[in-house]
């Protein structure tokens, strides 16, 4: 699909600043840590409900959640890991059980879930994701759409040990 | 006033309130939404328009009210706007208590929150000072000192809290009723100043008009 082509591109270059950053921070006598952990997002964990099943799709689909995860300090892609997902969608409220969906990172560390139309709520178009399983530090995302006609949004974890 | 004058006038405000309203009554995002949710957008919809009324009122803009009558109603409106206010609140609250919270604190994520909340504790201390002025034997002056100020942030939080948000109302409509508020409100501020340094009276036309006294 020509969008995920685009998307991972757009993946390599911000994830190219990312470690550009990490490595500048390297030369920092004070910052020897590399890639820093992602902090949680503000209101990042609104309207989560623990434990949601793994699927193949949230509903009826026909939008893309995207991201990765990688592990803090080397950059590492963690394969296996299981990321959250729920948004207020076509389909249902961002509290309804149904809204709500997981899947797990491959090899190269990323994942992608299909998932209903993201549609504005509280003033925002906006998806969010969690990672809550216990290995690593739990992170809450909260991204938001450049336009609500986009029919995919990404989203990056830097996990630390918790 | 000519007759058409009065009327083009009317018109045109109901137009500025009601064109939003019906342009946000034909969104599409109406359609994944609870009617809890529904009504607390158009209450912050209708309180967007009553905050237009408010410096129309008092400048003495709208014909064939007197300057009391004028006052009155700028008294009632404001009380229509705290419901308002408190109509959208309470809904969102309900739709999505989380997010309201994080409204409420301050710590949410989105831009426009804090102008929102902003602008609704500057309309309740507003409505809260105003209905006990007299008990608190506020003089003219002191509660303009006090409104003023208050006034200016309800029209700057309010216009700022609705063009940051993406929802129902269209972005043109809201646009432009944001601008006539904004415009109102200078207008009515720059007027009061001129009549004040004049020492003229509070409104040419009610000159001769037997006012009750507060």
């Known amino acids: ?162 | 006033m000519r007759l058409a004058k009065v009327t083009l006038i009317w018109a045109a405000l109901a137009a500025a309130i009601c064109v939003p309203i019906a342009a946000a009554a034909a969104s599409p995002l109406l359609a994944w939404r609870d009617p809890v949710y529904i009504l607390a957008g158009f209450a912050g919809i209708i309180a967007m328009g009553l905050v237009l009324v408010q410096p129309l009122l008092i400048g003495g803009y709208l014909p064939g009210l007197s300057a009391y009558r004028g006052r009155r109603a700028h008294h009632w409106i404001g009380g229509a706007l705290v419901v308002a206010v408190a109509v959208h609140v309470g809904g969102l609250w309900i739709t999505s208590p989380p997010d309201m919270i994080d409204a409420l604190l301050f710590s949410s994520p989105t831009p426009f929150s804090p102008w929102g909340v902003v602008a609704m504790w500057a309309i309740f201390a507003v409505a809260i000072i105003a209905a006990l002025r007299r008990r608190l034997g506020l003089r003219a002056r002191t509660w303009r000192v006090v409104h003023m100020p208050l006034a200016i942030v309800i029209v700057v939080g309010s216009v700022v809290h609705g063009i940051l948000i993406e929802g129902t109302m269209e972005t043109m409509s809201k646009a432009a009723l944001c601008a006539l508020v904004l415009a109102a409100t200078i207008k009515v501020m720059a007027d009061l100043r001129v009549r004040r340094k004049r020492g003229t009276s509070f409104r040419p036309e009610s000159v001769g008009r037997i006012e009750p006294k507060a």
């Open chain 1, 1 to 162: 699909m020509n969008t995920f082509v685009l998307n991972r591109r757009n993946l390599l270059v911000a994830g190219g600043c990312v470690l550009a950053t990490g490595v500048s921070g390297l030369l920092l006598p004070a910052r020897a840590e590399g890639l820093a952990p992602t902090p949680s997002m503000p209101g990042g964990a609104n309207n989560y409900l623990k434990g949601a099943p793994t699927v193949d799709r949230i509903g009826k689909g026909g939008f893309w959640m995207t991201g990765t995860v990688r592990r803090a300090g080397d950059g590492a892609p963690l394969a296996g890991q299981r990321i959250q997902i729920w948004a207020h969608t076509t389909e249902g409220r961002e509290g309804d059980e149904r809204s709500h969906g997981a899947t797990l990172t491959d090899k190269n560390g990323a994942f992608r879930l299909e998932m209903p139309q993201i549609v504005p709520i509280f003033g925002q178009p906006h998806g969010h994701l969690a990672y809550d399983s216990g290995e690593f530090k739990t992170v809450f995302l909260r991204p938001v759409m450049r336009s609500a006609k986009d029919t995919s949004l990404e989203a990056h974890f830097v996990l630390q040990p918790a």
